[in-house]
């Protein structure tokens, strides 16, 4: 229904200047804007082939966020809260974004909805893919947080070997990590200061922001929408989170992909982009 005859070519990188950063970022389609960010260690690769669908009826833009894919990473960068936001802010002002739609994913989920509790006026709808957005987190993230902060496990993890093994791990199919998805997590961390700044950018949002988010989270009005992967190994209590976003927003549509998990979009991109395309084009 949605699918064009390039579908599965991914948008070329494009390039805007914002607040003295250089961000990479896809797009397709016109009419209203819809943002997708992405998680670590991923970058707007993830959803090249979530995007034909939305753009049949938006303009779909997904943005590399400073630290991954082709945008900046700077190595004396706090990535906290602010940072990401005000890297956000700069860069839909470059593309003269006013509002927009929003699909977060991992690491995007608590920049996102942290970013449209403070800019509601901006926001008119939001998804969530896959993510984390209240301060208890699981062991597994724990585990992750606290390797990314020793030296060793850290390197260890964001080498080439780590960011392909992470990408399995993602996967609830190994099949879908083809060499070309490999190489387009792997290749934007070839240098030494590309992979501390990933790791930096893995462990900078403040904890104490995540509890407020928390407390606020349950005053957004806009429509909501969520879509996971159930084979989550990543994030293995993907399904009580999003049970608790349901009672805390019970305007919430929920749909659970059994056969996918974390990276769904590399698993089911037609079937998710076919989903947030309706979401976003109605009301």
Known sequence: MYGLPDAMTAPPLETAEAGGLTLAYRERGSGPAVLLLHGWPTSSYLWRDVMPPIAT????????????GGSDKPVDAAYDFDFFEGALDGFLAALDVDDVAL???????PVGVHWALH???????????NTLVYPEFSP???EFVQA????????ELTSPKGLEEGLRLGLADAAHATPEVIAGVIEPFA??????ALADAGIGLELEVFSSIAERIGSLSVP???????????????????????????????????DCGHFLQEEAPEQIGGLLADFFATG
């Open 140 to 142: 597994a993230v724990m």
């Open 224 to 258: 909501m929408r969520v879509i996971y992967g159930a084979k989550d190994r990543i994030l293995p209590d993907v399904a009580e989170t999003m049970a608790r976003i349901k009672r805390d927003l019970p305007q919430t549509e929920i749909t659970a992909l059994p």
């Open 119 to 129: 800019r509601r006026e901006r926001v008119r709808k939001l998804a969530l893919l």
């Open 57 to 68: 009826r938006n303009r779909v833009i997904a943005v590399d966020l400073p630290g991954f």
């Open 148 to 155: 990314l902060m020793t030296p060793g496990p850290r390197e």
């Open 191 to 196: 240098s030494d200061d590309a992979r501390r």
């Open 103 to 109: 699909a977060v994913h991992d690491l995007g989920g």
